[in-house]
């Protein structure tokens, strides 16, 4: 079992910057990939960026360079820096880990953090 606690969402205004946080359960090093999702209204939920480690960092081509994965090793928790925040960015995020589980590979979700970006 892996729980994941989500923080740091808020509101913030158009050109803003925001981190929200997600923190682990387990030692980071035993997740194959850990990342961040987000769904909007109406809308599927889509990823925004994930570590998987060993291989690389992730990113959706909206980021386009405005966001920053990072991690705390120690504190087994991984931060995405979120800047020049837009309206379209507003939605729930939320913190995904992929666990290699036996014979399977199982993904945990946070229960979500909202980001509005308006003014």
């Known amino acids: 079992q892996v729980q994941l606690v989500e923080s740091g969402g808020g509101l913030v205004q158009p050109g803003g910057s925001l981190r929200v946080s997600c923190a682990a359960s387990?030692?980071?090093?035993?997740?194959?990939?850990i990342g961040w999702y987000r769904q909007a209204p109406g809308k599927d939920r889509e990823l925004v960026a994930t570590f998987t480690f060993g291989v690389r960092t992730n990113y959706a081509a909206f980021v386009k360079g405005r966001f920053t994965l990072s991690r705390d090793n120690a504190k087994n928790t991984v931060y995405l820096q979120m800047n020049s925040l837009q309206p379209e960015d507003t939605a729930v995020y939320y913190c995904?880990?992929?666990?290699?589980?036996?014979?399977?590979?199982?993904?945990?979700w946070g229960q979500g953090t909202q980001v509005t970006v308006s003014s």
């Open positions: 995904s880990a992929e666990k290699v589980e036996g014979p399977s590979i199982r993904r945990y």
């Open positions: 387990v030692s980071i090093f035993n997740i194959r990939a």
